[in-house]
């Protein structure tokens, strides 16, 4: 799979028409869908298609969107929602006396004032609303905060908008919520979607729960086959991952490296996208409770089976009460655990994956028992030899704002990766421009910049609406290699041209 795509805009500004007859068109290709296309993804002015390059070209993606705005119809759809909302937020003093307001007054304009639900994103289910009074307008802070609480109301710029999960954010916290907007155990599972209307009602009472994390992994497998005894750092069921759900802020999550995992399952048999373990440098401990063939393929460790090693790449047999751990390997930071026959999992949105971020699945814990979803034959002792991964220079396409002062300093000298998770990859070196803009959807591998001047290059869990520039994107064929680094190791980038 070579996920690409291409931006659509509707207006250079916040326009209600023209954001009508996007989410119209958002509509039209929902009801037709294209094969190959994985995600439509509306911002505030610009629409974003994701297709997968290997199964449809550009040009088909086009004819197909053309199509459907040739004969596009763009009136107002969406419900109208009331959402009850306790003004007790820490920055509301603070807003107060920025705009000149008294309290009184910023609770009575931003509550008297019926916002649209321009699009959902960042979180799962967060709604960007607007336009926001002018009155009330502020910039968002200059260092956002680590945590902001469930059920936050915030303000920033021309916008409002509900933190659905606890998560870090930039935005100006004037109240709380009393109702959930996104809860995964609920029918419906989003409150509010692109193209509703809402109004706040003041009001008083309990702050809701956070939703609960909706489990995957069914509690009594039909096959058990492993006992998880120790977790390792980060163990995770994965597939490929969400497709068509970030018009609703869900992550893609899916692997990392698509080319590992399909390989490890096509070892042992099974289907490409078959659900397996993606690990993350340091492993579990492991035990069989029936004969199975199993292969790791990856990076970072390497696997034991009664303490001797078994090679990478390679399938091997467990017999009932083989203890399988992992070995630590100095190279690389990821690999992907798959046994014949499959991961039994439910699936949220039509994947298995784990989204931590949306409370879909979890890491493994001590106890877990994971099943095999059918009984597959496999033969051990086949495989081959994994390249070792090696220096390799990171080629970059342009971006959505791409410049040549942005590119050329991104290529001007080495950076270091600070720090790393499934979100994005936050580096340090020599500073580029960059900085705010109308939020608008983020495609898998974009660089992008901050205020701060330094890149984060997005992943698979990464928010899928963003307000920062975005000068360059990662070629796809060299993001399985950055998701292999560890913290510490220094890249180089260049322009893909070049290569």
């Not at 291409?6 to 500004?13: A, G, I, K, T, V």
């Not at 509306?42 to 199509?67: C, F, I, N, Q």
């Not at 968002?140 to 908008?161: F, K």
Request: aromatic share 8%; proline share 10%.
């Amino acid at each position: 799979m070579t996920l690409t795509g291409f931006y659509l805009p509707f207006s250079e500004q916040l326009d209600l028409e023209a954001n009508t007859r996007m989410l119209a068109l958002v509509r039209a290709l929902l009801a037709d869908p294209l094969p190959g296309v994985t995600d439509v993804v509306p911002g505030y002015v610009k629409l974003y298609l994701e297709y997968d390059a290997d199964r449809v070209s550009r040009a088909r993606v086009e004819r197909w969107v053309h199509r459907h705005l040739d004969t596009l119809i763009g009136t107002p759809t969406g419900k109208e929602v009331e959402i009850p909302v306790r003004y007790d937020g820490p920055d509301l003093a603070w807003v107060a006396e920025q705009t000149g307001l008294s309290v009184k007054e910023v609770v009575r304009l931003h509550s008297q004032t019926p916002y649209r639900v321009f699009a959902t994103g960042f979180t799962p289910g967060f709604p960007f609303l607007g336009p926001l009074p002018e009155r009330l307008r502020l910039p968002r802070r200059g260092t956002p905060r680590a945590l902001v609480p469930a059920h936050a109301v915030a303000i920033a710029g021309s916008q409002s908008g509900i933190y659905p999960l606890p998560s870090p954010g930039g935005w100006h916290l004037i109240g709380t919520a009393l109702t959930q907007v996104y809860n995964p155990h609920r029918a419906p599972v989003f409150l509010l979607e692109a193209g509703d209307r809402v109004r706040f009602v003041p009001s008083e009472g309990p702050t809701p729960a956070v939703p609960a994390l909706k489990p995957l992994l069914p509690a009594a497998p039909r096959y058990p086959a492993l006992r998880v005894e120790e977790p390792g750092l980060l163990d995770l069921v994965m597939d490929s991952g969400r497709r068509m759900a970030g018009r609703l802020g869900l992550a893609a999550s899916g692997v990392l490296d698509g080319r590992l995992a399909g390989l490890a399952n096509r070892l042992v048999g099974n289907p490409p996208d078959a659900p397996l373990l993606e690990l993350t440098l340091k492993g579990p401990v492991l035990s069989a409770l029936r004969p199975l063939v199993a292969v790791f393929v990856g990076y970072g460790m390497r696997p034991l089976v009664g303490g001797a090693p078994v090679a990478v790449a390679q399938t091997f047999a467990l017999r009932t009460g083989d203890k399988l751990h992992f070995a630590a390997a100095p190279d690389g930071a990821r690999g992907y655990l798959a046994l014949a026959g499959g991961l039994e999992s439910d699936r949220f949105y039509g994947s298995a994956s784990t989204d931590v971020k949306g409370l879909i699945g979890r890491p493994l814990q001590a106890g877990d028992v994971l099943g095999v979803a059918e009984i597959r034959e496999a033969r051990a002792g086949f495989g081959f030899a994994l390249p070792p991964l090696g220096v390799r220079r990171v080629r970059l396409l342009p971006g959505p704002q791409y410049s040549p002062e942005a590119m050329r300093a991104l290529c001007a000298g080495t950076y270091e990766l600070a720090s790393g998770d499934r979100m994005g990859l936050r580096f340090v070196g020599p500073e580029v421009p960059g900085g705010e803009l109308i939020s608008e959807a983020t495609p898998l591998g974009a660089v992008q910049i901050t205020t701060e001047g330094q890149p984060i290059v997005l992943l698979n869990d990464r928010g899928r609406i963003g307000g920062y520039a975005k000068p360059a994107l990662v070629h796809p064929a060299d993001l399985p290699w950055l998701a292999q680094l560890r913290p510490g190791q220094t890249v180089r980038f260049v322009p893909a041209a070049l290569e």
